[in-house]
């Protein structure tokens, strides 16, 4: 079964910047998957925060932070990362990858198929 490993996360100072990892093991590889990050702010839904297509060349971003995270990958690793520059306490949240079968980016959770096990980022003022 696919299964998705996640680090990086950790607290920081509003400013500051993270590089979130998500590794997929399993058997197989991400080559042909678009995949995505979402989070769940304390007390929130969980929410769309980013996607990359198969290929790496096709991206979206949830509004609030366009300019300050980027989504990228490297199919070699089976590895899918999110940088998060200028974080603000309002990006606190468990962040969680998702692992999706076609090529093509979703903006809903309900279109991926495997979930890491979240890593959280807190930031303070």
């Known amino acids: 079964q696919v299964q998705l490993i996640e680090s990086g996360g950790g607290l920081v100072q509003a400013g500051g910047s993270l590089r979130l990892s998500c590794e997929v093991s399993?058997?197989?590889?991400?080559?042909?998957?678009?995949m995505g990050w979402f989070r769940q702010p304390p007390r929130k839904e969980r929410e769309f925060v980013a996607a990359i297509d198969w290929s790496g060349h096709t991206t979206d971003y949830l509004d609030s932070v366009k300019g300050r995270f980027t989504i990228s990958r490297d199919n070699t690793k089976n590895t899918v990362y999110l940088h998060l520059n200028s974080l603000q306490p309002e990006d606190t949240a468990n962040y969680y990858c998702?692992?999706?079968?076609?090529?093509?980016?979703?903006?809903?959770?309900?279109?991926?198929?495997?979930w890491g096990q979240g890593t959280q980022v807190t930031v303070s003022s």
């Open positions: 998702a692992f999706r079968y076609p090529r093509e980016i979703a903006l809903d959770s309900g279109e991926y198929q495997f």
């Open positions: 399993g058997g197989r590889t991400i080559y042909t998957n678009a």
